[in-house]
């Protein structure tokens, strides 16, 4: 159940991708078709602000059920309804706030607006902190009575029934209280570094090869470090870099003082680390994010191979971490227009059925989309499904590359999971965790790749899309895992009361990416100014959202096979997979869908899928004389 904690989590399913292009148009030119229509959320600014006001003169009523929750299993029910109603409500202006932000970074009015929504939030958190501490002091007897008394607080069984299961990191009314009113502060961190890094930072303009005046903001950066040549590749990368080295000490400040947060956050809740306190939330084991980073690990040897793979194709002694986004076919130009993008995702995705597909093409008609890059546009790519009346929607920075096909499918992953949770389950329920988010992003796309593959039997082109494949396994589980560890270590080094400074966060990430990369058995050379790469990664502000990235992956990948494979009752479990919402824990939920996370099964089929196409890959090689 989604409760009055803050809207911080409602970003928990955001996906940023990398694949974004630094050529943009301005709003106006853009057909309507391609952008979103957000008032299917509210029908003007003005509305919005009506919205608002409203919501702010009856948050207050909250307080009435104060002292009273023990006395009936109706009381308890208005309370826990009443509750729900107001975080949809506040759900919903922020997600409007937000996009129209996101459309336009540089608007102050927006920017305020979200402002304001994040006030709202702390105060209406302040006002409920008593629900939680009160609801404790309840013997679970009770609560499991008024359950069977109250037909209608079944729904928030699954809700109660948890917080009875972290009652000894609950706090008293009064601290709860503080901890809420904390919410003023603890969002600082991760708003300076977005406006820092997607507004303010005095990006590098560089010269390519063929006079390309080529703008190197994140977008930029994530465009032109794919150029064939390898010249204009080092310039891309060591001008990024060096912005990045240039203001690595605020980068370093603002990353601590959100380390900080989770510091507090832990310590004030009784948990063992942060990494605990984060995982509890989802009842994760922490066993599945220490054994994540220990198979990963112990499989370098196959990332190892997936490098030299590279090397070979590029033809080139030594591989430099400049070389990584580099093209590895020549003469194959995967570039797909929108439109032509749109229907190879439609094909790929006829495997999910009819009713799927119909709902993927309204959310592709009906402007549930933004489709180009515009001038201040936010960076990345992301699904957000939290306006729970309404659609979800989907930002996109398309750029006519075939990674652009494979986001927009990851990204409608996402939105047919909110759609179907949305649709299926009530409120409280329908908000699936971050554990689960990126299973059906993925999925989408491991059929999206298998789609393509059996379509192309040229040999160039399946190269180019095996190394696709490859490359994004490389993305998605070793190189998130390897954020993960990252994320970890410096949680713990905050945990033994170690400074974090952008000086010793560049040391620590050096080590993680050069034995990552091989750097010392010189498989993958990687300079002194590329490891001031963390300070580019918004994922470290989510609070160990990256290593999800890579269960999801594996996860998916078992799923998927299971589909394509057209196993009895395998499409009909993932439907109700992805239509299950936040009614069980991730872990359980997975387990129905005919995955179990807390063994080592899932990685261990990946592995095997990675090699099997490691094997084609070098078998065309072979034949190519290469």
């Not at 409602?10 to 391609?34: F, G, H, P, W």
């Not at 729900?84 to 937000?98: G, I």
């Not at 359950?147 to 607080?153: A, C, E, V």
């Not at 594996?554 to 096979?561: F, K, R």
């Amino acid at each position: 159940m989604k409760t009055l904690t803050g809207i911080a989590m409602i970003l928990s399913v955001l996906c940023m991708s990398q694949n974004l292009s630094a050529q943009t148009r301005e709003r106006k030119d853009i057909d309507k078709a391609y952008t979103w229509n957000l008032t299917d959320i509210y029908e003007s600014d003005a509305a919005w602000q009506d919205a608002k006001q409203e919501l702010a003169a009856e948050m207050d009523k909250i307080t009435k059920f104060e002292g009273k929750l023990s006395s009936s299993a109706q009381t308890l029910l208005q309370c826990l309804e009443f509750s729900s109603k107001l975080d949809k409500d506040l759900t919903r202006l922020y997600v409007y706030a937000m996009q129209k932000s996101d459309l336009d970074t540089r608007v102050s009015e927006y920017q305020a607006m979200k402002q304001e929504l994040e006030q709202l939030a702390t105060q209406m958190g302040s006002m409920a902190s008593y629900i939680e501490p009160e609801i404790l002091k309840m013997d679970s007897s009770q609560i499991l009575n008024f359950i069977n008394q109250k037909k209608k607080l079944k729904v928030y069984a699954f809700y109660l029934k948890d917080l009875l299961r972290k009652k000894e990191h609950r706090l008293s009314q009064k601290e709860e209280k503080i901890m809420a009113e904390a919410g003023l502060l603890t969002g600082g961190p991760q708003h300076i570094y977005s406006i820092l890094s997607n507004a303010d930072l005095p990006y590098p303009t560089v010269t390519l090869s063929d006079g390309t005046e080529a703008k190197l903001n994140a977008a930029g950066y994530a465009r032109y470090r794919s150029s064939k040549n390898r010249s204009d590749r080092e310039l891309v990368f060591n001008s990024f870099f060096t912005a990045m080295k240039d203001f690595s000490s605020t980068f370093g400040a603002s990353l601590a003082g959100n380390i900080k947060t989770d510091l507090f956050n832990m310590r004030a809740r009784n948990y063992e680390s942060c990494l605990q306190a984060a995982l509890d939330r989802n009842n994760i084991p922490t066993e599945v994010y220490t054994s994540l980073i220990n198979n990963v690990t112990a499989n370098l040897e196959s990332f190892h191979r997936y490098l030299d793979i590279k090397r070979r194709m590029l033809g080139v002694d030594t591989l430099k971490y400049s070389d990584l986004y580099a093209p590895t076919v020549k003469n194959v130009d995967l570039e797909y227009s929108y439109d032509k993008g749109r229907e190879i995702v439609l094909e790929s995705l006829a495997p999910l059925g009819d009713e799927y597909l119909s709902t993927v093409r309204q959310a592709m008609d009906e402007r549930w989309i933004d489709v180009y890059p515009t001038p201040g546009k936010r960076s990345g790519a992301y699904s957000s499904g939290n306006a729970y009346d309404v659609h979800p929607f989907i930002l996109l920075n398309y750029n006519d590359q075939y990674s652009d096909v494979s986001t927009l499918t990851h990204e409608l992953g996402h939105t047919m999971h909110s759609f179907y949770s949305n649709k299926t389950q009530p409120y409280p329920l329908a908000d699936y965790s971050i554990f689960v988010a990126e299973v059906a992003s993925t999925f989408n796309e491991a059929l999206l790749t298998e789609y393509m593959l059996d379509k192309i039997k040229d040999d160039d082109t399946r190269l180019s899309l095996l190394m696709e494949y490859l490359d994004g396994l490389k993305g998605t589980v070793f190189r998130q895992t390897q954020f993960a560890e990252f994320e970890l270590k410096i949680h713990e080094q905050a945990e033994n009361g170690q400074a974090l400074t952008g000086e010793s966060l560049t040391q620590l990430y050096a080590d993680i990416v050069r034995n990552y990369y091989g750097h010392d058995k010189g498989v993958c050379n990687v300079k002194d100014l590329y490891t001031y790469e963390w300070a580019y990664i918004p994922h470290f502000y989510y609070n160990f959202y990256v290593y999800q990235y890579s269960t999801s992956f594996c996860a998916s990948t078992a799923l998927s096979e299971k589909v394509l494979a057209e196993e009895q009752g395998a499409l009909s479990k993932y439907i109700q997979f992805i239509s299950s919402g936040g009614s069980d824990y991730p872990i359980e939920l997975l387990k129905a869908a005919g995955v179990d996370m807390t063994t080592s099964e899932p990685f261990d089929k990946t592995m095997q899928k990675m090699n099997r196409v490691m094997d084609e890959i070098e078998s065309i090689l072979e034949k190519k004389g290469i």
